[in-house]
């Protein structure tokens, strides 16, 4: 195998700067990489495995002899340059929403779903940062016990909303602590201090898109029911990087808490940390940076007959978006569904 040639479209946002910093501990075979922003950015340089790189401005043109492309620039870029891709022969993973929900797009968590990516019909795509970081949980215990119900709470990190937010949080916390005027942009409400329970605007039914894209993410990576009744709120919190959620799962089949916890402690990708005795358990903080997901505060949920409450947190730009970006392109490559693998 001659290697992959590989794109990052949004090289240089949050989730492209972390893509890079995955790749460059992963066994991806790499031919090439081509590092592509929009005219803000191109010119402006960016170092992987110890080389310089300068980023281009992305032109259809771009993606001609590329075999995947990793992409992190929002849905309407991904719209603008999907088929393109598609044509030129590549393989688009995309973090965006533009195509989650299509019936013919693989919508994949590495370890939840794989066997879905031999699909693909050129994309590929990766779920919200709150739906994946679930997903790598609910999979073994579904498989155990069948969910019947899922109610889930967010507290989501501002770095899921992109650099912009990232600074707005730091810049809003320090007009606060100085005593200073601040204009709100990057968010609906101010974030300093503060929650924020809107993610995305509001559908017809008084949910959020956000909350929305757990609710019918979460149905087609575990090929649930579509009756399956799941719900969620979503709530942005003043911490930039680590999603936490409060998650109560009903099962079909009976699962006692301690089961429960044996299963998460064999399954991929899950790191359990539950100690109450010695107040062990998972926190953004602790999760920044990690590969992970961490779970803790397995419990029996008192409001449902046959149910479990747990306490998980990730990395939002790990699991949630960059890892499992590139973790899709290794499976891509060693189940040989990409060109020149
Ligand atoms: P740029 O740096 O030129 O703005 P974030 O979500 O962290 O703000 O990052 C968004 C990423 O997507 C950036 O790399 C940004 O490039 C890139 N991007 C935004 N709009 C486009 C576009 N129309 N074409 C290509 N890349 C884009």
Known sequence: MSGINLAILGATGVVGSEILNVLEKSSLPINSIKMLSSSRSAGKKVIFKGQEYTVIETKPEEFEGIDIVLA???????????????KAGAVIVDNSSAFRMEKDVPLVIAGANDDDLRKHKGIVANPNCSTSQLMLVLKPLHEYA????????????????????????LAHTE???TGKEFETKAFVKPIAFNLIPQIDIFCDNAYTKEEMK?????KKILHLKENTPISCTAVRVPVFIG????????FEKPLTAEKAREILENAYGIVVMDDIENKIYPTPTFVAGKDPVYVGRIRKDLAFDNAIAMWVVADNLRIGAALNTVRIAEKLVEMKLVKNS
């Open 243 to 250: 999603h936490s959620e409060a998650v109560t799962v009903e």
């Open 175 to 177: 007009a606060k602590i």
């Open 146 to 169: 069948n969910i019947k119900r899922l109610i889930v709470s967010t507290y989501q990190a501002v770095s899921g909303a992109g650099k912009a937010a990232m600074d707005e949080l």
């Open 72 to 86: 992190s620039a929002g849905a309407s870029t991904s719209k603008t340059y999907a088929d393109t891709i598609v």
């Open 214 to 218: 757990v609710v019918n993410e979460t």
